[in-house]
């Protein structure tokens, strides 16, 4: 195989990839005027119903928009040399490999960050404006952008700079060092984000005592469940959409509940949401997840010291001096329809969780409760109720809200 036919396959993945997505998208949008399920006619009311349809239709083309840019700005970027001349650029501030590898991608994403801001801002204060879901201020929307480049370098770029630097050191072994590394992290993160991460973002409070705390509690304590974090994170400082979610483990482990959710469901809705994910916990879905991130990430890592070290790689990109950044610029490319395939499966497994803790949740508590809570979140969230099969498989880390109408009340 020549450079040059490699390159080919890489564009021919991008758009392969492109082309995918498009049909699964455009097979989607013929469902959303499809009549709603009898089970859930009490969703939306005829004038609810015509504003969710034109709020996908709308996210629909802007996506295709979005997307089609995105693609033709990248595949320009491939055929005029864009990585050989950021790679130069890189290289004449510094002969440290790991130096001009971060300043490589520090370029990239920031520049590729910033091409996309337009598109975000629009989405968030055009669209989302539009149907009464956006809460961020422009300061907000500003700052958001800041702390997330910081982030990205802080924590993207450390893990890089450690990742070449194993690779320099240890040769062929640094995909197990690199391995160690990442999952030291992933442990780290699963334990402490919602301690140290979320609060650059987000304020959260312990949920006040009161009789929601008190139902909470009576809860876990039936259930034989230790509980003594749960708190409220303020969502609504950016989005009506509500949320609530579970994290952490052993003595860090922690309930989330978005304000705007305490707002939307009334007390026996909210519980009936946190038997849901006090399911996953008692399912081991938590310890499944990440040994399953540990383990994907293992094999991508395994996969790539098999390759980064082949030239072709960087001379398929036409950039003259092989190394590891502009290698994992193609590896990416090439490894993706097996991230792709890694994907379908997680999300097929994901789905399969769900209605394994709306079990738990129903036999624990109630299912009432937890159906009019889904149904109350799907309307406020103008939710497409009739979506393709398809694109279910593809895209849904959860059953359609029908799905698990049925069967939470008629398994």
Known sequence: ??????????????????????????????????????????????????????????????GVLTSS????????????????WVDSIARSYSDNTILIALIFFGIIMFASDLLGTPFNYYHTFVIEEKYGFNK?????????????????????????????????????????WAWGIITLFIFFMNLFYAKLIVPIFNKQTPLDEGSL??????????????????????????STKANAYFSGFGKEKRITLYDTLINDLDEEEIVAVLAHEVGH??????????????????????????LIGNSMLSEALNVSEPSFHIGLIAFGVLYSPISELTGLLMNYISRKFEYQADDYARSTYDASPLVSALKKLSKNNLSNLTPHPYYVIAHYSHPTLLQRYRNLYHK
Not at 22 to 27: E, G, N, Q
Not at 72 to 80: E, K, P, R
Not at 162 to 167: G, L, N, R, T, V
């Open 213 to 238: 705390r008190s139902k909470i509690e009576a809860y876990t304590t039936k259930v034989g469940f230790k509980l003594d974090k749960v708190f409220v994170i303020d969502g609504s400082k950016r």
């Open 136 to 176: 961020t201020s422009r300061k907000t929307f500003i700052l958001d952008k800041i702390k997330g480049w910081f982030m990205t370098a802080i924590i993207g770029g450390g893990l890089l700079a450690a990742i070449i630097w194993f690779y320099k050191t240890t040769g062929d072994a640094f995909w197990l």
């Open 281 to 306: 916990y008692k399912k081991k879905h938590i310890i499944f997840n990440l040994i399953a991130s540990i383990a994907t990430t293992g094999f991508t890592l395994w996969v790539l010291s098999l």
């Open 1 to 62: 195989m020549t450079p040059t036919t490699l390159f080919y396959i890489i564009i021919g993945i991008l758009i392969l990839n492109f082309f995918i997505d498009k049909v699964l998208d455009h097979l989607n949008s013929k469902h959303y005027k499809d009549p709603i399920p009898s089970e859930l006619v009490d969703v939306y009311d005829e004038h609810d119903y015509i504003k969710s349809q034109k709020y996908k239709l709308e996210n629909y083309r802007f």
């Open 69 to 84: 840019i995105s693609l033709a700005a990248t595949l320009a970027f491939f055929f005029f040399d864009g990585f050989s």
